[in-house]
Every structure is written in structure tokens, then in C-alpha cells.
């Protein structure tokens, strides 16, 4: 099966830009997750979605990122605008069921670079 | 608040060693702990998954084990070799139930 992919795989930007990030899940998967690692960070939780629903978005650092998963397949998130410490690896996962009993499947990540 | 640690932070050993790696979290409420791998630039790949109830976990030269009541886990890899080369992390599921807490991780490097 295909697994987890995200585009882009880099992206570098300005201050005060826009930038997108796609996921597409592994099919089937109905659990999606974003996390991300800034520079010399552990990896943390962003936000979850079971299906096209947004389970816990309580990692979301603040309202300038927005995800949405419509017809709950692919997923984007988006930084507008973005800003230097947004800078870091974003990570999408998926699994069939939730984290009590499923391993995750973590895609290759998208580096976001902030100029 | 759950805190996940892992010692050492790196560790480079010649091949053919068996070594251990450390993971402790702080509270011991957890539904499940995992153990994950990173090569550079690439995702995480899912190596064990133990639940709350059990004790240990293996996988060919991997075996995961955990202690729950005392907030420890450690991973052995039998027989090092250079592939195996990576990051690992540690990640415990607590508290709400659908978001993982990691680690920073233990890069590893093992040498020919």
C-alpha cells in the first residue's frame, strides 16, 4: 500500500507569506494527524481529524496556522502569515484507528524554512 | 503534565553490540507507548507498539519493554548493525488519548 505523502517535501518563504502543506493519508485511514518539529524541539502534537472532522486541535500554536480536511481525505494545513519561528519539520500521520491501539504511519514531513 | 525523556541523546557504538536504549515519562497514566525510528530526512517509521497491559514487545533483534509503575521503558537492539543507524524516539499516548508525546530522541550511529 502507499503510504503516507506530503508536498511539498521543502519550502522556503518570506516573512508574512502564505504557504500550504497537503497530506494525503494512507486509504483508509481515517485517523490524520499533524505534528511538527522546530529546530531543537521535541516533535509535537498539532491537531487530529477523524475523518473531515477536527477531533482535538489543541496543538494549533495559534490562529495564524488553519487545517481542513474536505471530504475527509487529503489534508492541508496553512500558515498565513507566516513568521520566523514557524520555521520546522511538519509531519502528517495516519492510522486506521486511534491511538490506543493503531501505530501511526508518519509521512516524510515538509521542512517549512521562514526568511 | 506528561514530559517524555531520553538518555543518552547519542550514543556511537562498533557494529555487533547489543545496547539499550532509555525512555522515561513522568506520569505513569499512559494508554500505550511506542518506539519509533527516523533516518535523515525522512518520516518516522512505527517500530513497537506496547500497550498499557503489557510488559514487552518484540520484533526480529528489537525488544521493547516496559515498566510502567515506575515510568520506563527501554529498548534493546541485539546485534547492532551500521543500518540501523537512526534516531529513535519514544512516544507515550496519556492524558487525552488521541495525540502522541514524544521524546527528543537518541541518535544512534554504529560503526563498522
Redesign the interface.
Known amino acids: 500500500e502507499a ?2 505523502t506530503q508536498f511539498p517535501s521543502h519550502s522556503v518563504i518570506e516573512k508574512g507569506q502564505t504557504v500550504t502543506l497537503r497530506c494525503d493519508p494512507i486509504s483508509g485511514h481515517d ?1 490524520l ?1 499533524w ?1 511538527r518539529r522546530v529546530m531543537g ?5 498539532l491537531l ?1 481529524f477523524v475523518k473531515e472532522s477536527k ?2 486541535e ?2 494549533m500554536p495559534n490562529n495564524r496556522f488553519l487545517a481542513e480536511r474536505t471530504g475527509g481525505t487529503y489534508s492541508t494545513l496553512k500558515v498565513q502569515p507566516a513568521e520566523l519561528e514557524d520555521s520546522g519539520v511538519y ?1 502528517c ?1 495516519s492510522s486506521r484507528g ?4 493503531s ?7 515538509t521542512r517549512l524554512t521562514v526568511t | 503534565k506528561q514530559e ?1 525523556t531520553q538518555i543518552p541523546a547519542a550514543l556511537s557504538v562498533p557494529e555487533g553490540e547489543n545496547l539499550v536504549l532509555n525512555c522515561s515519562f513522568t506520569d505513569s497514566a499512559i ?2 507507548l ?1 518506539w ?1 525510528r527516523q533516518d535523515p ?6 517500530l513497537l ?1 506496547i ?1 498499557s497491559s503489557q510488559r514487552e514487545q518484540t520484533s526480529g533483534r528489537l525488544n521493547a519493554s516496559l515498566d510502567k509503575s515506575s515510568g520506563r521503558s527501554t529498548l534493546y537492539i541485539a546485534a547492532s548493525q551500521p543500518g540501523d543507524s537512526a534516531t529513535y ?1 519514544c ?1 507515550v ?1 496519556s492524558g ?10 537518541t541518535r544512534l550511529a554504529v560503526h563498522p
Open positions: 503510504g503516507v485517523n494527524y505534528y524541539k521535541e516533535i509535537k502534537f487530529h477531533q482535538d489543541s496543538g509531519f500521520a486511534g491511538h490506543q491501539s501505530p501511526l504511519h508518519f509521512g516524510n514531513g | 517524555v494508554y500505550n511506542q519509533f530526512g525522512k518520516g518516522l517509521t512505527s507498539l500497550q524516539l512516544a499516548v487525552g488519548y488521541n495525540k502522541l508525546i514524544f521524546g527528543a530522541g
